[in-house]
């Protein structure tokens, strides 16, 4: 080919060459864990734009993680000399379809100016509808109807597009709930996660001239990891392709791990038929991992049945055996991972010293996050937790945001819901109620009815004089945030390159800048609406930390050029991109760590009813069980040299302590590929008397079983995990039966702790809960021990 001679041909083996030179016609690159084919297809990219293909921003590119486009952006950079910087199109789905969206949103009855509701909002909106039609909360909870509307949204079904056949869902009201859902969300001008594709799927099915546009426009379409997509991502692109059919996927039927979300790896399957003469490559050799890790991978892919079946080879070598040991519990396996880390990190075992960054600990459940963080507080380990939106989830940062949000677009009524009478103004239930019915009784949103209830008089008193200051408030801010220096708005998107595209229709619409500083005017938000002096009021221990994480808010607003762009990355990214140059360990979920690669990786709480989940475990058919095991593929093939499984034999899961069994993908690892360790300093004893016995689980013969025996030899009884333990089961057995956790799920309505849950107490200082009896609650203090105390005196530690 006439392809000039850039060195990124020099790093690719022939069948990735050939992927990146394919440049016409659909491509399908179907191939194993760390086989390069992201990188291929990073290749492909900077191909496209030396060749003179496309420029930059003509090229779609969808990566599954916000982490996964900057890296990508930053290699493509390094291979064209800064050419990706007007890749303004590569992202994720959803972050690429609420820039499509904000050009058209009008089409589907919104403004462009709509905002994304978090999962908080989602539910209290559900709970209004269900409490509007008699529905019953306990039979019925709002987190379900939450799950049967995101199924629907995931295969692109409108409320009108449902097929009978579903339309039984939540007592045959499911679509009629759906439909009041989306029209809610209209009036509210905003959407949930699942419109974002949706809502441009309908876009492209019914305005042709809109689809034709951007066919035109994107001149190559390339999909990383396109076995997780859902229907509606696959209809989208589909649309998208149908002009030029220059599309290139890549993925690996294998790593499918998405399904429970919708995901079809039929997708892949169907990728020759719906673009036929599509050029398939294949790839085998991985440069990701050495031997032994390929081979335990491979060990524990091919126990399932439904798959295409692989071959992997690596040029490389066998280097370590993946590790495996077994803990008491989990702060045990926590505290010997961080020990384990900090030699790593000085160097042992002969191997250089790794830096913090080259390690991670990815979890099959985001519940076992806690224990190394609290662990690695401890001892003073750097860390970073990955996708979980944890900073964001705190009440006080929703409070500020909800503010926020009402200086953005003052028909945001979840936001003046909540917001409404935080900090206290004297309005209760019933305020809140009249001002709901004076809204919809005359068509306007809360802030209008707030208005209207003030000056009818209908809201008195106290709270009336704090809702007209309020009302005051919301205006001023409003205002400040939207008045311009030149009092005109432009003919502009929100993203200022956007009006390179001529030919597509525009709106006006209001980009987010002012002449007030967003930073400064959060600020003034925040002192003024009363919320800052209400936690310098607060005397409770957690109320410096709520003013100290307010702060931090708002110094991260300092990183975007408008509030609306700052909320915008809240909804949809959550993480933090600064964050990930400093050395430190890395926390993340499997689901997460797709495509990823780490030297080191340690994968904890490999147990049955873990993981694999319990729901996949209960589920008849093999479907669930091999989603699990394909996870767990995913895990193992993440590591480049080391590798570290575990598995605890007794686990506070909600507050409840749980007996567990070696996972049954442990006797799946091929014996030859691992070394089985014993925490150090345990000797004699055994496992049996603990309450578990090899026998007892049926998924414990092999390689468990021969575990068992050399576990055996670990004295756990000598543990301090266990003294504790036994310790508390004189208080409770060990393993609740079924309906003692139902009755834990009950308390939880009814007293606001639960046990295992942190606490503190201004005398005895950092606790958990051990029982509750009314308000009494059995507390273990770290340093004062066992005590009974009155609720009232206790604040949970937790956030
Ligand atoms: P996954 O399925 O996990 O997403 P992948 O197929 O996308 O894996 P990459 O992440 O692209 O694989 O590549 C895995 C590793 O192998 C990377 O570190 C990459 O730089 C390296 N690699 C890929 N191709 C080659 C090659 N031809 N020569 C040397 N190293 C390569
Ligand atoms: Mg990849």
Same mark, same amino acid.
């Given at each position: 080919t006439a392809a000039p001679h850039v060195d990124y041909f020099a790093g690719l083996n022939p069948a990735q060459r050939q992927a990146v030179e394919t440049l016409d016609g659909p491509v399908l690159m179907l191939a194993g864990a760390g086989t390069g084919k992201t990188k291929a297809l990073t290749c492909r990219i900077a191909h496209l734009m030396a060749t003179g293909r496309a420029r930059p921003d003509e090229i779609l590119a969808v990566t599954f993680t916000n982490k996964a486009a900057r890296e990508m952006k930053n290699r493509i950079s390094g291979l064209t000399q800064g050419a990706s910087e007007g890749m303004r199109w590569l992202g994720t789905f959803h972050a690429i379809c609420v820039k499509l969206l904000r050009r058209h949103s009008e089409l589907v009855g919104l403004k462009s100016s709509f905002t994304i509701l978090d999962t908080d909002d989602q539910m209290r909106l559900l709970k209004q509808l269900l409490r509007a039609s008699d529905i019953d909360e306990k039979r019925w909870p709002p987190r379900m109807l939450a799950g049967i509307i995101d199924g629907w949204k995931n295969k692109a079904w409108t409320p009108a597009q449902v097929p009978v056949a579903e339309s039984s869902a939540f007592d045959d009201k499911g679509v009629d709930l759906y439909a009041a859902y989306q029209q809610r969300l209209k009036d509210l001008n905003a959407c949930d996660f699942g419109d974002l594709l949706l809502h441009m799927v309908t876009i492209f099915q019914t305005h042709a001239d809109v689809l034709a546009t951007y066919q035109r426009w994107f001149k190559y379409i390339l999909v990383d990891e396109y076995q997780d997509t859902n229907v509606a991502?696959?209809?989208?692109? !589909?649309? *998208?392709?149908?002009?030029?059919?220059? @599309?290139?996927? =890549?993925?690996?039927?294998?790593? /499918?791990?998405?399904?429970?979300?919708?995901?079809? =790896?039929?997708?892949?399957?169907? %990728?020759?038929?719906?673009?036929?003469?599509?050029?398939?490559?294949?790839?085998?050799?991985?440069?990701? /991992?050495?031997?032994? @890790? *390929?081979?335990?991978?491979?060990? =524990? @892919?091919?126990?399932?049945?439904?798959?295409? &079946?692989?071959?992997? %080879?690596?040029?490389?070598?066998?280097?370590?055996?993946?590790? *495996?040991?077994?803990?008491?519990?989990?702060?045990?396996?926590?505290?010997?991972?961080?020990?384990?880390?900090? /030699?790593?990190? !000085?160097?042992?075992?002969?191997?250089?010293?790794?830096?913090?960054? /080259?390690?991670? @600990?990815? =979890?099959?459940?985001?519940?076992?996050?806690?224990? %190394?963080?609290?662990?690695?507080?401890?001892?003073?380990?750097?860390?970073?937790?990955? &996708?979980?939106?944890? %900073?964001y989830e705190r009440m006080e940062i929703r409070d500020a945001m909800a503010y926020f949000r009402l200086a953005v677009s003052q028909d945001d009524d979840l936001a003046f819901e909540r917001i409404v009478n935080t900090p206290k103004r004297g309005l209760g239930d019933k305020a809140v109620q009249t001002i709901q019915m004076t809204a919809r009784s005359n068509g306007v949103n809360l802030i209008e009815g707030a208005r209207l209830c003030v000056n009818g008089g209908l809201i008195k008193g106290r709270g009336g004089n704090a809702l007209r200051d309020l009302v005051q408030g919301l205006d001023r801010w409003h205002g400040q945030l939207h008045c311009r220096s030149n009092g005109a708005t432009r003919r502009e998107l929100l993203d200022d390159e956007d009006s390179v595209i001529d030919d597509g229709p525009t709106v006006e619409v209001f980009d987010g800048a002012s002449n007030v500083n967003h930073v400064e005017l959060a600020e003034v938000i925040l002192d003024e609406c009363g919320y800052t002096a209400h936690w310098k009021n607060e005397k409770t221990p957690e109320a410096p930390g709520r003013l100290e994480n307010l702060k931090e808010l708002v110094k991260a607003l300092e990183n975007f050029d408008s509030l609306q762009g700052f909320l915008e990355h809240i909804s949809l990214i959550m993480d933090n991109a600064k964050d990930e140059e400093d050395d430190k360990v890395t926390i993340m979920t499997l689901h997460g760590a797709k495509g990823l690669e780490f030297p080191s990786v340690y994968l904890p709480g490999w147990e049955d009813g873990l993981f694999p989940s319990q729901r996949s475990m209960d589920e008849s058919g093999l479907k669930g069980l091999e989603e699990e095991r394909r996870l767990a593929y995913v895990g193992i093939t993440r590591a480049e040299k080391h590798c570290t499984i575990s598995f605890t034999s007794s686990r506070l899961v909600y507050g409840q302590w749980q007996s567990q069994m070696p996972s049954r993908f442990i006797d799946e690892l091929p014996e030859e590929n691992v070394e089985v360790l014993t925490p150090p300093g345990l000797h004699g004893g055994g496992f049996g008397a603990a309450g578990m016995s090899a026998q007892a689980n049926p998924a414990s013969e092999g390689m468990a079983s021969t575990l068992h025996e050399k576990m055996a030899k670990a004295d756990v009884y000598n543990s301090p995990g266990w003294r504790r333990l036994q310790s508390r089961s004189q208080q409770r057995p060990m393993t609740q039966p079924k309906e003692s956790r139902n009755a834990v799920i009950d308390l939880k309505a009814t007293s606001s702790f639960t046990t295992g849950e942190r606490v503190f107490h201004h005398k005895f200082g950092y606790g958990e809960v051990m029982e509750i009896e009314g308000d009494k609650l059995l507390i273990e203090f770290d340093k004062a021990g066992e005590k009974k105390v009155v609720a009232k005196f206790i604040v949970s530690a937790d956030s």
């Open positions: 991502q696959y209809l989208w692109l !589909r649309l *998208l392709a149908q002009g030029h059919k220059n @599309i290139c996927c =890549v993925g690996d039927d294998d790593q /499918s791990i998405y399904g429970w979300r919708g995901a079809e =790896v039929g997708n892949i399957l169907r %990728f020759e038929k719906d673009f036929p003469g599509a050029h398939v490559v294949r790839l085998e050799q991985n440069y990701r /991992s050495t031997g032994h @890790i *390929l081979g335990a991978a491979a060990g =524990v @892919i091919d126990a399932n049945k439904d798959r295409l &079946g692989k071959t992997l %080879f690596t040029d490389g070598e066998d280097g370590e055996k993946v590790r *495996l040991i077994g803990h008491w519990d989990g702060e045990e396996e926590a505290r010997w991972i961080g020990e384990d880390i900090e /030699s790593m990190q !000085r160097g042992t075992r002969g191997l250089d010293a790794m830096p913090l960054n /080259s390690m991670a @600990i990815l =979890v099959r459940a985001s519940h076992q996050m806690r224990s %190394f963080e609290d662990r690695f507080l401890t001892i003073g380990l750097p860390y970073r937790v990955i &996708g979980g939106p944890r %900073f």
